[in-house]
């Protein structure tokens, strides 16, 4: 059985699967990562017996179990590429600088949201080094961490690592929050504890109303799939879910420049925030 | 600014500044007339973030000049910033970008490795283009205990059939991470390293699927006459996801062994995931009795056992089998009716099986119309009258292959659909139409087409049209 051959795709089968991604996910697919669908899909349509994407298109479009095949097609469109502390200097801004400003104005507490967490490791940096810094004592902090894809809200939620997802990452602090056991890097639970995960899908404006009204938003390194319409509608939501005076955090590549204005920037020097 | 020319004398690549300004566009146009006899201008954005707006007019400038050059102009190693840009002003769809590795260090490159969208881009670019330079980086990759770069080292050995690094590859294999062990079992298979073969097997065990896979794979590369024999015992395993393994390496083997193993198998497995496997498996082998198997498989009870036998019968050349598939295309199960239609259509070339899916079309599902106007094309019968109706169907799917079918039986009946087609509500159906206007090359189509693309509103359409006629 030649189940690892990968299915080539025509360009019409691009374009119509490209459609349904966007439309879903607002994730936008150029012609040039064809290769990239090719690879990621040609396992799934073997699972389904098919033998060309237009198969596929149709299962999608007239299945009764269509609704589930999305969710499973975003779990493997989806690129999940993170790691513990990226970007560290937002986190740190959040953390020393804006919660206790705040906090001088008699703010008590603090909701935050990681709205593409991936894996996890962006919304554990930040329970890790809200706790470095002491503020789960003082304050009242609640992490709610969302993505899209189900299969990376499993492994966020199991809080099992590999070394690839530390980079970087300060021997003393693996040490400090993670136990070791062969390769595996298991999250302590007192950390784990601290963060709540989610499904849920940006591009649907369901997604804040299961968060509520937050304070800080990180929502990094996923904008850059969007095109500007689909930018523009979720900055929005964000916008609408934000407290006054309330942070949001893009990837270093990000910008709102020309995709949102109300938001005020903020060059705090080593990174960006956005500010309603 | 760093200018190129190939060594054909082609191909000029001129690379832009980080603080590009107005000017960088004036010497790039004052390169540019120092070759005439180039056909390709490749700007390199590499080590620019951002684009200021009055530079679009420069870069549009710069297209139109080449245009008038006749010289193809492409962007490479375009940042997301400046992407940005041009999607913003909606110039995206105007502009060739591409990725150029060679513009990247070694060390660059190595960086780019571990964004997982470039990985395998980055390696494929190495391994052809692999030299001394690359040699030093994979000697850093193998010390640097970061499993990504460890297996895109071993990835670009096996590309560029590096057979020097054999040992190398080898010691991978006791490399306490999964990725790394596959990828070196995957390698030593393209090598044909046969004196692994034993240690290989090993790994048909491994708790890691990815890396059992591999194991099956690379075993049924390096396979002789006894390797089948060795892999049937893994049949009789208590273990289903050795079974499985086993099932992928015999259906890889592909040998007179193997396929009497797997048809005896089928007779006393009964793990339903596995049953789905063996029907594929078998498919696989090209023997007279494997059409009957798959329509025995077809009166099983499980639903994905049937769908698998259906689907697989597409695959076989059982042409003396037409009437048996024929019963299925009512199927309870519309997947299963699906799959015997699209067998129809591959299998029978006759008019009674037209008449036959024509006759069942009304009483069937979406999917399975969808599939009948498929295989009607596919048979080639000219029965373009019945599909002429169906450009009226409300649903866009329908539409859009009774027009592809239509081309394939009437060519003036197409042109003229195809035509009024570019009016239909569905990017789908324009998309098609299009597509058949470009198959079939009907006088001045190129001329309906630079017309049809100023009202056009979908991108993918756009980008279609963009592809025949050339852009802007
Ligand atoms: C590259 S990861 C970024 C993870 C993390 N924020 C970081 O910066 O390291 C991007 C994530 O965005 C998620 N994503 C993509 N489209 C989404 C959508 N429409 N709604 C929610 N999440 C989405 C993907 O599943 C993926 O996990």
Redesign the pocket.
Known sequence: MITSATIKMKDEEFAELADIIYK????TFTINKKYLLENRLSKRLNELNFASYKDYIYFLKYDIKRRDELKIL??LV??????FL??RAQMDHMIKKVIPEMASKGKRSFKIW??????G??PYSIAILLNEEGMYGKYNIEIYA????TE?IGIAERGVYRSVSFRGVPPSIIDKYFTKTGLDFTLKPEIKSKVKFFH?????SL?ASKIGVTDFI?????L???DVE?KKK?VDMFYKTLNLGGHLYL?HSETLSKIDDRYKMVNFGTGIAYVK | MDVLLDKEKKVLSIKMPQDIDVKDFKSAKEQIDKYPDISEVKLDFKDVPYLQSKLIAELIGIKKYSISKDIKLTLTNVQEGVQQILEISDLLDHFTIKRDFGSYSPHELSYLLLDPEMNEAVIEYIASNFNENYAELLEQFFVSDDPVLIESAILIIGKSHNYGYVDRVKDCLDSPYPNVVRSAILVLGWFGEDSCKNKIYEFLKDEHIDVAEAAAATIALLSDENDSIAIKEYLSSSDERLRKIAIQALSLINDDFAYKFLVEHLKVENNETLRVQLAKAISYFNKPEVSDILLDMLKEDSLKIREAAASSLIRIKATDRVDQIMALVEDKDVWVAYFAVKAIGALCKEKRCSDQLEKIYSKVDTQVRIAIIESLGNIGQDVSEFLFQLLEDPNEDIRKEALNSISRMNKDLAIESANNALKDSSWVVRFKAIEILEELKPDGFKDTLKNHVKTETNRYVKEKIFSIVGEL
């Not at chain 1, 989806?78 to 790691?83: D, F, H």
């Not at chain 1, 849920?200 to 649907?204: D, K, R, T």
């Open positions: 879903n996910a607002g994730i975003m779990n989806t690129i999940n590429e993170t790691y990226r970007e990681s709205a593409a967490c991936s894996s490791e962006e969302t993505d899209i894809n990376v849920a899908n940006l591009m649907e997604a990180f929502c990094r390194n996923v850059i799939y969007f689909a979720v990837g």
